[in-house]
């Protein structure tokens, strides 16, 4: 099932303007209010604090002179200096005690509480001061201290007649015993804690006036913060959420375009392991490849983070697939959340950093068409650093990235024989664009060769009407509008496409709907028709080349096979083939050919000479290209030949090797201007490589003929494998191409019967059936044999042998050939080329034909059953009723999976000669051949039963889905397939006005 695109890629909605202009008024009035009543508050805040610092300064100094007088009395009652007297003095002059001021604070300001406190605080201090003077001036006569030592104001102070007459030492007793009388204490402490009440009752009224102020202050200083805080986060959690969007379109954008153009599963391997590291970030990271024949897994990267650097730990050889790896390509995807105090799992296999284990760790299969073709897993040190939404945005690039990597296995395939195959691969690479508002806002490089411009800045901005025919405007305007409006889940149609110069190509493009910038565009790709299409072409012609190269014995009929399969490519008027001699510096000719009076014929013999100055620079540099202008004269180092008063107006030349080493070249020339392009050129370049060993070949078979002597340098050089045994099947000799062959060296094999280098199994009466045919004259010339070597190795070998007469005797000369990469080669290709096939027929999804294929089968059968009127040809048109709304509720996973559901019920129901198709988004099209109006109506009725009797689970809800079904048959009054379809969208018109779920039938 494919997976559901990360979140962030689903349709957005903006607020309305309206909306946002009331927010704006409403935010400003409240700020406006907030202000005021702030500056309000504040005013009356400042008038409180006034009023009450005042008295609770007064209280305060109150308490401190209490305090401070006191502390005067006990230290002159204690040491009599007479300082502490004037001490005394002065502090009780300058106490609020006795200080005027404090007498005149306002009693307004007071609570009738604070008021009768105050006066009893006041009485309190004045008994106080006066028990204070009386001790004092007990203590002052008990010393006989004389009136100049003493403050004025104690000498005027009149003990009472029983004091004064007391002797000395009783008036310091008496004043002593004031000091320590429990009543003095009392009175000073009542006068310290009534400063306190009253201190306390300011505190409380401070409290009472001002608390709705600061009330007030508080809640606007937290409304204005709200309002700072809280007012831009929607704005920013906006903008971060666009800035999310455009990173992983972005990331998706650029992987695919780059995913495109690697060559190797290790280069997409890393590619991916990059986009997953700006997507979702991590410290550890593997991507492995699955062998399900072998149950192995082969390492692409396996990077971990050792002291801050990342490294790779890959390894190329095969190893065992693990208990978590297992369970994720059998259960699905893994998230890991361990603590640190948590054990590592047995059921992974640590690597790199072994010594410290991953925290976070996410393993996500990669499946091709349900079939899991490998893992990927991002790990991290740090804890919970995944979540869900990590896991389902990593299954998202693991699905993207499926056909990426099998097709990167497929370059890496093709490209070990010698690169014969990198014009093919070159074309299979697809534009990818981004459509918003009509206009292009992204291409890539391949889409911008494909138009014909340098770079994909110069196509950022283009109208898209700009890059069709006028005349498909109208089709394309439709096309789109029902992509971005939600109609059409995505769709695929062909345009005829202009390119720079102005010249056309038929372009075939595929595009689906997404969310880029908070609003709708359109994803896609682009394929160039002529591309595929020459793509198989290519595919056929190599084939068929393989197969004719194997069974010639001469290099000119090597050259002809090579000459037909250049005509079928590309075609010539003119040919030349010729192969080099290194060690000379010879080239000799092995095919010449021009057209003269319109047939084609051999104009030259076979001849050697020196390279031309043009043919070197083929040998050495590679394939060229010339195309001549009619007023500019032939190329004066071209050799010419054949109709020598017409010079060739194009000719490309490629040249022929073999590892490495130039053998030759190829040349095909045309009378006709511009009538090559570079891809002809690479063409020629994969023509070249591919028959360079055929031709080499084939001409060995010829140098055979020579002497002993000539043969024996043909025998060490040859690049084919050559074995000589006699009619008992002991070999003779062998050469050192055949050494290689088969991994032995000359001295283990000659003597020896040539089952020497045979595996067990394969040597069983081999000796006594070759002894057999020997004798009989019946070994075949041309032969393959699949086989597996002593040493395990297993090879395909195409052997050709000849009879030879030697001094020895007869014996038999065997040319081995190892086919096996070339067989494999063989069979990938055939299979991308079927692939390539089931990809343009068929819809991914369903499993049912596409549109296109549809259209073209049911065009066939139309035209066959108005031909024979006794043959009948009805159709169903089926729609899927409210599929729109099973997409809005649960996802568009779950509509996938209710519309791939509805492709195999239809497989299930209809015959093999039924042809079914996904004709639009949830639009379903079938055509039934010999198949009556009854029939084809009963069908319907059956698919819509099953239909219905579906049930669907997503986000833990169950819901069902059923469809409306048009039938019409073919008849005299149907003239062609587009009134037979027209024909059954009414009948299905009529089944959706009549409730749905139900079969129309049109008659």
Same mark, same amino acid.
């Given at each position: 099932?494919?997976?559901?695109?990360?979140?962030?890629?689903?349709?957005?909605?903006?607020?309305?303007?309206?909306?946002?202009?009331?927010?704006?008024?409403?935010?400003?009035?409240?700020?406006?209010?907030?202000?005021?009543?702030?500056?309000?508050?504040?005013?009356?805040?400042?008038?409180?604090?006034?009023?009450?610092?005042?008295?609770?300064?007064?209280?305060?100094?109150?308490?401190?002179?209490?305090?401070?007088?006191?502390?005067?009395?006990?230290?002159?009652?204690?040491?009599?200096?007479?300082?502490?007297?004037?001490?005394?003095?002065?502090?009780?002059?300058?106490?609020?005690?006795?200080?005027?001021?404090?007498?005149?604070?306002?009693?307004?300001?007071?609570?009738?509480?604070?008021?009768?406190?105050?006066?009893?605080?006041?009485?309190?201090?004045?008994?106080?001061?006066?028990?204070?003077?009386?001790?004092?001036?007990?203590?002052?006569?008990?010393?006989?201290?004389?009136?100049?030592?003493?403050?004025?104001?104690?000498?005027?102070?009149?003990?009472?007649?029983?004091?004064?007459?007391?002797?000395?030492?009783?008036?310091?007793?008496?004043?002593?015993?004031?000091?320590?009388?429990?009543?003095?204490?009392?009175?000073?402490?009542?006068?310290?804690?009534?400063?306190?009440?009253?201190?306390?009752?300011?505190?409380?009224?401070?409290?009472?006036?001002?608390?709705?102020?600061?009330?007030?202050?508080?809640?606007?200083?937290?409304?204005?913060?709200?309002?700072?805080?809280?007012?831009?986060?929607?704005?920013?959690?906006?903008?971060?959420?666009?800035?999310?969007?455009?990173?992983?379109?972005?990331?998706?954008?650029?992987?695919?375009?780059?995913?495109?153009?690697?060559?190797?599963?290790?280069?997409?391997?890393?590619?991916?392991?990059?986009?997953?590291?700006?997507?979702?970030?991590?410290?550890?990271?593997?991507?492995?490849?699955?062998?399900?024949?072998?149950?192995?897994?082969?390492?692409? #990267?396996?990077?971990?983070?050792?002291? /801050?650097?990342?490294?790779? !730990?890959?390894?190329?050889?095969? /190893?065992?697939?693990?208990?978590?790896?297992?369970?994720?390509?059998?259960?699905?995807?893994?998230?890991?959340?361990?603590?640190?105090?948590?054990?590592?799992?047995?059921?992974?296999?640590?690597?790199?950093?072994?010594?410290?284990?991953?925290?976070?760790?996410?393993?996500?299969?990669?499946?091709?068409?349900?079939?899991?073709?490998?893992?990927?897993?991002?790990?991290?040190?740090?804890?919970?650093?995944?979540?869900?939404?990590?896991?389902?945005?990593?299954?998202?690039?693991?699905?993207?990235?499926?056909?990426?990597?099998?097709?990167?296995?497929?370059?890496?395939?093709?490209?070990?024989?010698?690169?014969?195959?990198?014009?093919?691969?070159?074309?299979?690479?697809?534009?990818?664009?981004?459509?918003?508002?009509?206009?292009?806002?992204?291409?890539?490089?391949?889409?911008?060769?494909? !138009?014909?411009?340098?770079?994909? +800045?110069?196509?950022?901005?283009?109208? @898209?009407?700009?890059?069709?025919?006028?005349?498909?405007?109208?089709?394309?305007?439709?096309?789109?509008?029902?992509?971005?409006?939600?109609?059409?889940?995505?769709?695929?149609?062909?345009?005829?496409?202009?390119?720079?110069?102005?010249?056309?190509?038929?372009?075939?493009?595929?595009?689906?709907?997404?969310?880029?910038?908070?609003?709708?565009?359109?994803?896609?790709?682009?394929?160039?028709?002529?591309?595929?299409?020459?793509?198989?072409?290519?595919?056929?012609?190599?084939?068929?080349?393989?197969?004719?190269?194997?069974?010639?014995?001469?290099?000119? +009929?090597?050259?002809?096979?090579?000459?037909?399969?250049?005509?079928?490519?590309?075609?010539?008027?003119?040919?030349?083939?010729?192969?080099?001699?290194?060690?000379?510096?010879?080239?000799?000719?092995?095919?010449?050919?021009?057209?003269?009076?319109?047939?084609?014929?051999?104009?030259?013999?076979?001849?050697?000479?020196?390279?031309?100055?043009?043919?070197?620079?083929?040998?050495?540099?590679?394939?060229?290209?010339?195309?001549?202008?009619?007023?500019?004269?032939? @190329?004066?180092?071209?050799?010419?030949?054949?109709?020598?008063?017409?010079?060739?107006?194009?000719?490309?030349?490629?040249?022929?090797?073999?590892?490495?080493?130039?053998?030759?070249?190829?040349?095909?020339?045309?009378?006709?201007?511009?009538?090559?392009? +570079?891809?002809?050129?690479?063409?020629?370049?994969?023509?070249?490589?591919?028959?360079?060993?055929?031709?080499?070949?084939?001409?060995?078979?010829?140098?055979?003929?020579?002497?002993?002597?000539?043969?024996?340098?043909?025998?060490?050089?040859?690049?084919?494998?050559?074995?000589?045994? $006699?009619?008992?099947?002991?070999?003779?000799?062998?050469?050192?191409?055949?050494?290689?062959?088969?991994?032995?060296?000359?001295?283990?094999?000659?003597?020896?019967?040539?089952?020497?280098?045979?595996?067990?199994?394969?040597?069983?009466?081999?000796?006594?059936?070759?002894?057999?045919?020997?004798?009989?004259?019946?070994?075949?010339?041309?032969?393959?044999?699949?086989?597996?070597?002593?040493?395990?190795?297993?090879?395909?070998?195409?052997?050709?042998?000849? !009879?030879?007469?030697?001094?020895?005797?007869?014996?038999?000369?065997?040319?081995?050939?190892?086919?096996?990469?070339?067989?494999?080669?063989?069979?990938?290709?055939?299979?991308?080329?079927?692939?390539?096939?089931?990809?343009?027929?068929?819809?991914?999804?369903?499993?049912?034909?596409?549109?296109?294929?549809?259209?073209?089968?049911?065009?066939?059968?139309?035209?066959?059953?108005?031909?024979?009127?006794?043959?009948?040809?009805?159709?169903?048109?089926?729609?899927?009723?409210?599929?729109?709304?099973?997409?809005?509720?649960?996802?568009?996973?779950?509509?996938?999976?209710?519309?791939?559901?509805?492709?195999?019920?239809?497989?299930?129901?209809?015959?093999?000669?039924?042809?079914?198709?996904?004709?639009?988004?949830?639009?379903?099209?079938?055509?039934?051949?010999?198949?009556?109006? $009854?029939?084809?109506?009963?069908?319907?009725?059956?698919?819509?039963?099953?239909?219905?009797?579906?049930?669907?689970?997503?986000?833990?809800?169950?819901?069902?889905?059923?469809?409306? #079904?048009?039938?019409?048959?073919? $008849?005299?009054?149907?003239?062609?397939?587009?009134?037979?379809?027209?024909?059954?969208?009414?009948?299905?018109?009529?089944?959706?006005?009549?409730?749905?779920?139900?079969?129309?039938?049109?008659?």
């Amino acid at each position: 099932m494919p997976v559901k695109p990360p979140h962030s890629l689903g349709p957005k909605r903006s607020a309305s303007p309206s909306l946002m202009v009331g927010f704006t008024i409403w935010i400003s009035i409240l700020l406006l209010a907030a202000v005021w009543l702030f500056f309000v508050t504040q005013r009356n805040l400042a008038l409180s604090y006034e009023s009450t610092f005042n008295l609770r300064r007064t209280g305060s100094d109150f308490q401190d002179g209490l305090i401070q007088l006191n502390e005067k009395v006990w230290e002159f009652a204690e040491t009599g200096n007479p300082a502490a007297t004037h001490a005394y003095w002065h502090a009780f002059k300058t106490s609020p005690i006795r200080h005027d001021e404090t007498r005149q604070i306002p009693f307004q300001e007071m609570t009738s509480e604070m008021r009768r406190r105050w006066v009893s605080t006041h009485n309190l201090a004045d008994a106080l001061v006066s028990s204070d003077t009386r001790i004092m001036k007990l203590v002052a006569e008990s010393l006989r201290l004389s009136a100049d030592q003493l403050p004025a104001e104690l000498n005027t102070w009149n003990l009472d007649p029983n004091e004064r007459n007391l002797p000395e030492a009783q008036k310091r007793e008496a004043a002593t015993r004031l000091l320590t009388d429990p009543a003095y204490r009392d009175m000073k402490s009542s006068a310290l804690a009534s400063v306190e009440v009253f201190d306390n009752l300011v505190h409380n009224r401070r409290a009472r006036d001002l608390h709705d102020a600061e009330f007030n202050i508080y809640m606007t200083l937290g409304l204005l913060g709200a309002v700072a805080i809280f007012l831009p986060v929607p704005f920013i959690l906006d903008y971060r959420r666009r800035r999310q969007d455009e990173a992983r379109i972005k990331v998706l954008i650029t992987m695919g375009e780059r995913l495109s153009g690697v060559t190797s599963q290790r280069g997409a391997a890393r590619l991916i392991a990059d986009s997953a590291d700006e997507l979702i970030g991590w410290d550890a990271c593997f991507v492995d490849i699955y062998d399900s024949r072998t149950h192995t897994v082969r390492s692409l #990267i396996a990077d971990d983070t050792v002291e /801050g650097v990342r490294m790779d !730990f890959s390894s190329e050889d095969p /190893g065992v697939v693990s208990l978590t790896a297992e369970t994720t390509m059998r259960e699905g995807s893994q998230l890991i959340l361990r603590t640190l105090e948590e054990p590592a799992s047995s059921r992974t296999v640590p690597f790199g950093n072994k010594s410290q284990k991953s925290a976070s760790l996410m393993f996500v299969p990669i499946r091709l068409h349900e079939r899991p073709i490998g893992i990927i897993s991002l790990q991290s040190y740090t804890l919970n650093a995944y979540t869900e939404t990590s896991l389902h945005d990593l299954e998202w690039l693991a699905s993207l990235c499926a056909a990426g990597l099998e097709r990167a296995k497929v370059f890496e395939e093709l490209g070990q024989s010698e690169n014969r195959y990198r014009g093919l691969l070159g074309s299979i690479i697809d534009g990818v664009y981004l459509i918003q508002h009509e206009k292009l806002t992204y291409s890539n490089n391949a889409m911008c060769a494909m !138009f014909g411009y340098d770079h994909p +800045e110069e196509m950022i901005g283009k109208n @898209v009407y700009d890059l069709c025919l006028p005349r498909e405007h109208e089709t394309m305007r439709e096309n789109i509008r029902q992509r971005i409006s939600g109609e059409v889940e995505m769709t695929h149609y062909t345009f005829t496409a202009i390119r720079r110069d102005g010249s056309t190509f038929r372009a075939e493009v595929q595009g689906r709907r997404i969310d880029y910038g908070g609003t709708p565009a359109i994803l896609g790709t682009l394929k160039d028709v002529e591309k595929i299409q020459r793509v198989e072409r290519r595919a056929n012609v190599f084939a068929s080349l393989g197969r004719k190269l194997s069974g010639v014995t001469t290099a000119l +009929e090597a050259a002809r096979a090579v000459a037909d399969a250049a005509d079928d490519l590309f075609g010539w008027d003119a040919c030349n083939i010729n192969v080099f001699d290194s060690e000379t510096g010879l080239i000799t000719g092995l095919l010449y050919q021009d057209l003269i009076n319109g047939v084609r014929c051999d104009v030259q013999s076979t001849r050697s000479g020196p390279v031309s100055s043009f043919g070197r620079k083929v040998l050495t540099e590679g394939p060229q290209i010339v195309l001549r202008e009619p007023e500019v004269p032939s @190329v004066s180092s071209l050799n010419p030949f054949g109709d020598t008063d017409r010079p060739s107006a194009s000719l490309i030349f490629a040249p022929m090797r073999e590892n490495g080493v130039p053998k030759g070249y190829l040349s095909f020339q045309s009378y006709r201007y511009h009538a090559y392009d +570079e891809h002809d050129l690479a063409d020629l370049q994969a023509l070249a490589d591919h028959c360079s060993a055929g031709i080499e070949r084939a001409r060995l078979y010829e140098l055979l003929g020579f002497n002993e002597e000539r043969f024996r340098t043909v025998w060490q050089r040859a690049g084919n494998g050559m074995r000589l045994t $006699d009619s008992e099947g002991i070999i003779k000799d062998v050469n050192p191409a055949f050494c290689d062959l088969v991994g032995m060296p000359r001295e283990q094999l000659v003597g020896k019967p040539f089952t020497v280098y045979y595996a067990e199994e394969y040597t069983t009466n081999a000796i006594s059936r070759y002894a057999d045919r020997f004798a009989a004259g019946k070994i075949p010339e041309v032969f393959e044999r699949d086989m597996t070597l002593w040493n395990g190795r297993k090879a395909i070998f195409e052997v050709t042998s000849t !009879f030879m007469t030697t001094s020895e005797g007869a014996m038999i000369l065997g040319v081995f050939r190892d086919r096996t990469t070339e067989k494999k080669l063989e069979m990938d290709l055939k299979r991308y080329a079927s692939d390539l096939e089931r990809f343009a027929t068929t819809d991914t999804l369903t499993g049912l034909y596409n549109r296109r294929h549809f259209l073209e089968r049911l065009s066939h059968e139309v035209v066959a059953a108005l031909r024979y009127p006794n043959r009948p040809l009805s159709i169903l048109m089926m729609d899927l009723d409210h599929f729109k709304s099973i997409n809005d509720t649960f996802g568009h996973m779950a509509g996938d999976s209710v519309l791939s559901r509805t492709g195999e019920i239809i497989r299930e129901i209809i015959r093999v000669t039924d042809v079914a198709a996904r004709y639009g988004g949830e639009e379903f099209c079938i055509f039934l051949t010999g198949t009556d109006l $009854d029939g084809a109506a009963e069908l319907a009725r059956r698919l819509c039963q099953d239909i219905a009797a579906q049930k669907f689970t997503s986000e833990g809800k169950t819901f069902g889905i059923t469809c409306s #079904i048009g039938v019409q048959q073919l $008849d005299e009054r149907i003239g062609d397939m587009t009134m037979f379809l027209s024909a059954a969208d009414k009948a299905l018109y009529k089944a959706k006005q009549l409730g749905r779920n139900r079969v129309s039938v049109e008659v």
